[in-house]
């Protein structure tokens, strides 16, 4: 007989780190509320997210590795907004910031998700951030949310 696992969005008891970019402060504040806020309907308590600010998207890999190693979070959380220039930069940031917060995850074995948007313009983030597009912090909590429990169903 064929075994089926998939994780639900119950909350209780799971504790979850935040770690989110200030660069573009006015769509992360956005992502963070939409994170917070879909954490806590599922069970999650206000005082089982930590939140860690980081300057920029490049710094959310290092800090969701320290924040996987040095504290007892069952999932991680990383949220960030990218936003095209005219210069590559870009292109570098968000594809560092995507392979790094990936390592994370594969390397400690803590679900850690990528709620890092990535857009041409500024509208288009603030669409992601919860004007017309949902909120995609939320979106990235109800993955973390997922994966914590079914990785618990897999022990």
């Known amino acids: 007989m064929v075994k089926s696992f998939e994780g639900?969005?119950?909350g209780k008891n799971k504790t979850f780190g935040i770690v989110v970019s200030r660069f573009n402060s006015f769509?992360?504040?956005?992502?963070?509320e939409g994170a917070q806020?879909?954490?806590i309907r599922h069970g999650i308590k206000d005082d089982d997210i930590d939140v860690f600010?980081?300057?920029?998207?490049c710094e959310l890999p290092i800090t969701a590795m320290r924040v996987a190693k040095n504290t007892k979070h069952?999932?991680?959380i990383c949220l960030g907004a990218v936003i095209r220039g005219e210069t590559p930069h870009f292109d570098y940031v968000s594809s560092e910031s995507a392979k790094g917060i990936s390592?994370?995850?594969?390397t400690t074995g803590i679900?850690?998700?990528?709620?890092?948007?990535?857009?041409?313009?500024?509208?288009?983030?603030?669409?992601r951030a919860g004007a017309r597009g949902g909120n995609k912090g939320a979106e990235a909590a109800l993955a973390a949310?997922?994966?914590?429990?079914?990785?618990?169903?897999?022990?």
């Open 53 to 57: 600010w980081v300057p920029g998207a």
């Open 8 to 10: 639900n969005l119950i």
């Open 103 to 106: 390592e994370v995850g594969l």
């Open 145 to 155: 949310l997922e994966m914590v429990n079914l990785f618990d169903k897999m022990k």
């Open 111 to 127: 679900p850690t998700i990528y709620g890092v948007i990535t857009t041409d313009t500024l509208e288009q983030a603030i669409d």
């Open 74 to 76: 069952n999932g991680i």
């Open 37 to 39: 806020d879909c954490l």
């Open 27 to 32: 769509i992360t504040k956005k992502l963070l």
